[in-house]
């Protein structure tokens, strides 16, 4: 447990999400004073558990400052101090103390947080003070605004004190991106993202909204009568816009029956106007869930990029997290979307999973390469609250077989063999060994959908249950409204669901 005490509230996320990055084992409980005095119960479950240090911040922007104090537990105590003035500042300090070139309170805030912490830990992090999940809208941001290489990656290294290798990753994606969206009438556009939220088990470390399809069965026709619902309000809505981009995902969108699968798109396609869709993704990760038939639906109704998931081509690591298919069958699906057309199939892999080694990453990486994917994306493993990885770590400890940043750079290197190059990252909470994760595609190959939704430079219209809508303004504001998760309710209340669309884009 490590603890901190404020004297405003303000930043308890960026504070909470940055000591976490640093201490991913522990417990951080971040309150202010008067918090900390009301919340007895919290004072006395702390007072039982094993706190590592404690830490007390003092934001005094209005003054000019702001510092910290690490109290350790043999009552040694360290002291760091930032002068921040009119939002521009430098840093100082007593014990401690370091000299930067700081933005804003918050960024000096998170540097001297930074600064200090590295020291305590003895290391740093790849993706330094960063804490947001779309580091490369740093880079992005300042291309449209005329800024050169050098000016960007400088700023990112001083100002969040991000890694060589990292700031090089980002920059290099945001060029990319910037080409790819470029190319893109984005701006009268929108994108369509549709949820089924059945799978055929859960896996140990989802937190996605999903149902088991053998429950549902019966009532996925149900579901996609709402699903129609919400495509006529769209329909009517934004017969004004473009749509740039469809994605069908989950949950297991390929648990529906061909029959359905047909059902469902023909309806999208005779309500709505594709012609100018750039991209048309069904997510079709569970192999177990693959059949020629469903390939060969998805193919006539003019779906032009699939997801075929392996994780990982251990047979033993799948039984462990929940995946009721083998590396067999996944291999066989792989190539049974290959002889039914498709041209642009990418692949999901995750590395940290329970119990792999480097060496499981380089047999994963090798079997992967005699496929050779259109696109790949490698995600670093994030322990999601309200997965049963959670619940495992919980009741049984935190751990890491391997080096999930060696993993990584395996990954790399298989991937650039491949002739795949990174378009698109991004980072979650509690994301093993604070890295990224990282898509990579063959030229023409990158996920538009994914490039989109990451940049958020256009709005995504989410419909289904457990799915969020996001509206993006035209001066960059955003704004969002979900639909609910459970299922049942969803299907009760489609109306509602309708109705916040319409308060959103009304």
């Not at 960026?14 to 004073?33: M, R």
């Not at 990292?166 to 060029?175: F, G, P, Q, R, S």
């Not at 642009?344 to 390469?369: C, F, Q, R, S, Y």
């Not at 430079?457 to 409204?481: F, N």
Request: proline content about 3%; some cysteine.
């Amino acid at each position: 447990m490590i603890q901190v005490l404020l004297n405003k509230d303000k930043y308890k996320y960026d504070i909470h999400s940055l000591i976490k990055a640093f201490y991913p084992k522990e417990d951080v409980s971040v309150l202010t004073y008067d918090e900390a005095a009301d919340n007895k119960s919290v004072n006395n479950k702390n007072a039982s558990e094993d706190v590592l240090f404690k830490t007390e911040i003092e934001l005094h922007e209005d003054k000019g400052f702001i510092s910290m104090k690490i109290i350790h537990n043999d009552g040694s105590e360290v002291f760091a101090k930032s002068v921040c003035i009119d939002g521009e500042g430098e840093s100082s300090g007593s014990t401690n103390g370091s000299s930067a070139s700081l933005t804003t309170p918050k960024n000096a805030l998170k540097q001297m947080m930074y600064r200090q912490l590295s020291k305590e830990i003895g290391h740093v992090l790849p993706w330094g003070s960063l804490t947001g999940i779309r580091p490369t809208r740093i880079p992005m941001q300042m291309l449209e605004a005329g800024k050169n290489e050098v000016e960007i990656k400088t700023y990112m290294q001083d100002t969040f004190f991000v890694s060589d290798e990292k700031t090089e990753l980002a920059y290099d994606i945001a060029v990319r991106e910037k080409k790819i969206l470029d190319d893109i009438n984005y701006e009268n556009g929108y994108s369509i993202y549709l949820g089924i939220p059945f799978c055929p088990t859960t896996c140990l470390y989802c937190s996605f909204t999903s149902f088991p399809i053998a429950t549902w069965k019966k009532k996925v026709d149900s579901y996609i009568s709402c699903l129609e619902e919400e495509i006529d309000y769209v329909a009517e809505a934004f017969k004004d816009k473009i749509v740039n981009s469809v994605y069908i995902g989950g949950g297991t969108p390929t648990t529906l029956e061909p029959s359905q699968m047909t059902r469902l798109i023909t309806y999208l396609r005779d309500k709505i106007d594709l012609s100018e869709c750039r991209e048309f993704t069904v997510e079709s990760g569970r192999p177990d869930s693959i059949t020629r038939e469903k390939l060969r639906a998805m193919k006539e109704c003019g779906v032009d990029r699939i997801s075929v998931n392996p994780q990982t081509m251990s047979d033993e690591t799948l039984r462990r997290i929940g995946r009721q298919h083998t590396v067999s069958q996944f291999v066989e699906a792989y190539y049974m979307a290959r002889e039914e057309g498709f041209d642009n199939i990418n692949m999901d892999i995750i590395l940290g999973l329970p119990g792999e080694t480097e060496e499981d990453v380089k047999h994963t990486m090798a079997e992967i390469e005699k496929l050779y994917p259109d696109d790949l994306t490698v995600h670093s493993l994030s322990v999601k609250r309200g997965s049963r990885l959670a619940e495992h770590i919980k009741n049984n400890g935190f751990f890491v077989a391997g080096d999930t940043g060696r993993m990584m750079e395996i990954a790399k290197e298989s991937a650039s063999k491949m002739g795949l190059t990174p378009y698109y990252l991004y980072r979650q909470k509690n994301i093993s060994g604070n890295l990224e994760n990282t898509g990579y595609a063959r030229e023409g190959k990158a996920g538009i959908y994914n490039i989109l939704m990451m940049e958020e430079v256009q709005s995504i219209v989410a419909l289904g249950a457990g799915t969020v809508t996001k509206r993006v303004y035209g001066d960059g504001r955003i704004e969002r409204c979900d639909n609910v998760k459970d299922v049942t309710l969803y299907m009760n209340s489609i109306n509602d669901m309708i109705d916040r669309k319409k308060k959103l884009f009304g």
